[in-house]
């Protein structure tokens, strides 16, 4: 299982940036996949996840700012990311699980300026 994330930059107060995570190596239609962050010298945390079906979950942190989103025939997970704050500042990492192996992406680098 490969997980490819990209699209992480540096952006400024209020911008918007798009992730994208590429699988492969796995069934990516069936399983569930979700994005964490890791803030400068803090635990990751879970940001947003989705499941086969396109039932999604939101940190409360990010409702209402992030959409997380799949797309079966391309086999990649996106983040959409607007209202950005510094606080969103991080790595992002894209994840799933497959026969109770955890799998996480290489993580893209996300800076808010203020």
């Known amino acids: 299982v490969q997980l490819q994330a990209s699209g992480g930059g540096s952006v400024q107060a209020g911008g918007s940036l798009r992730l994208s995570c590429a699988a492969s190596g796995i069934n990516f239609k069936i399983n569930t996949f979700a994005w964490y962050r890791r803030p400068p010298g803090k635990q990751h945390d879970l940001v947003a996840s989705i499941t086969s079906t396109g039932v999604s979950h939101s940190a409360d942190s990010v409702k209402g700012r992030f959409t997380i989103s799949r797309d079966n025939v391309r086999r990649t997970l996106y983040l959409q990311m607007n209202i950005l704050k510094p606080e969103d500042t991080g790595v992002y990492y894209c994840?799933?699980?497959?026969?109770?192996?955890?799998?996480w992406g290489k993580g893209t680098l996300v800076t808010v300026s203020s």
């Open positions: 994840f799933t699980q497959l026969r109770g192996v955890d799998y």
